[in-house]
């Protein structure tokens, strides 16, 4: 087979994290023109193409070599290693992307009583995550019987066919809509960028290299903002001491007015109201802040 010369990323077809992870990567300067059956996406600019697939489907393609990255929840990626992947070639989470946030917790009935793990013992737990489950229960030496379900797992106990559940929770309203109450976390989760272990030594590798460094960029830029606001000359130290974490601020003349400066400020993330007017409290007025399109270091 001759090797492939683009890069191939495979992303969630339809679902959750199908919209912020094409987002990411269009932001990431990559743009695709879509394929009828929306299975292959060409790349337009760079040599980057997209297989849009189900999102439990993307690890085994990366672990077979059919893409050299995907965007996948870390629950899937973990799952996976620990069921269809064992014995496999392991996989690296290589940026965690910052959506698709949500935890992979046990609920049991709210009229349970429960204040350790232990009350687990000999219990029916319902998953679509056996790996997962399994392996945290044989850390604690516990043994649970693993009821593995494909869907509607929330429902298991009202059934019967389980006493308590083990899935994903993001508000918690899906639980408290089927009288469950959280008690452990297993995993914190968001969408990961997931790849081999070793970059391939190809061009393929210096591609992935470029989408790294592009994808720092946007993820740092993605929380940045610009902070601008003049400050008089003698209320400068105050004002700095204030200012949110981040870089040296630049100073700069105002025109005509000396005892007034102009101050430009790269905050590491949002800028809340109290604290502009904490800073303008302190001597500043004439303050913004704005957003940050995109940043090169
Ligand atoms: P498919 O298998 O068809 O690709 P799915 O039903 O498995 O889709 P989604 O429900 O779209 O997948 O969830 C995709 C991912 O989104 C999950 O694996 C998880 O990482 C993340 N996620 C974030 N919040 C939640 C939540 N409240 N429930 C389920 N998944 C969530
Ligand atoms: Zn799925």
Redesign the pocket.
Known sequence: MKPRDRLRIAM???????EPALDLLNRCGLTFRQSRDKLFCFGEGEPVDLLL????DIPGLIAQGVCDLGI?????LSEYQYTAGQGGPELAEWRPLGF???RLSIAVPQEMAYDEAAQLQGRRIATSYPGLLGQWLRERGLDAGVVTLA?SVEIAPRLGTADAIC?????GG?LVANQLREVEVLLE???VLAGPQSLPTDERGDMIDLLLKRLDGVIQVRESRLLLLQPSRHALDAVIRLLPGGPQPTLLPVAGQPDQLMLQALCAGEVSWRQLEEIKKAGAREMFVLPVEKMLA
């Open positions: 969630q077809k339809s679902g959750r994290l199908t697939v189900r999102d439990d996948v929840g870390r629950n899937v698709g946030r949500c869907g899935d994903l929770v993001q508000s899906t989760s968001e969408a």
